[in-house]
């Protein structure tokens, strides 16, 4: 069973920047895992931000500019580095991992920009 855990979240002013982490736990093969990071502000529906694998990524296009989405295998870590914020961006954040119909889940980390 892998365990997803991230960090990173906070209080941050628009503009600001941020790296979320997601430690991957319990399991192996991480490096042929898709990472995804998701996320969902209240009353609103859950939104694919970014998505990893081995040599492509993906950028959902409000972000696209400001966000970068990296791994490190020997880490077992996904990173989220968001850069220019906007009160908009605010939001849980969850990391996503996906191997075949293996999917697993973190429990997300609060990412809050306001003045």
């Known amino acids: 069973q892998v365990q997803l855990a991230e960090s990173g979240g906070g209080l941050v002013q628009p503009g600001g920047s941020l790296r979320l982490s997601c430690a991957a736990s319990?399991?192996?093969?991480?490096?042929?895992?898709?990472m995804r990071w998701y996320r969902q502000a209240p009353g609103k529906q859950r939104e694919l931000v970014a998505a990893?694998?081995?040599?492509?990524?993906y950028y959902t296009e409000s972000v696209k500019g400001r966000f970068t989405i990296s791994r490190d295998n020997t880490k077992n870590t996904v990173y989220l580095q968001m850069n220019s914020l906007k009160p908009e961006d605010t939001a849980v954040y969850r990391c996503?991992?996906?191997?075949?119909?293996?999917?697993?889940w973190g429990q997300g980390t609060q990412v809050t920009v306001s003045s």
């Open positions: 990893i694998t081995s040599g492509d990524q």
């Open positions: 319990g399991g192996s093969m991480f490096s042929d895992y898709v």
């Open positions: 996503n991992g996906a191997l075949g119909v293996i999917s697993y």
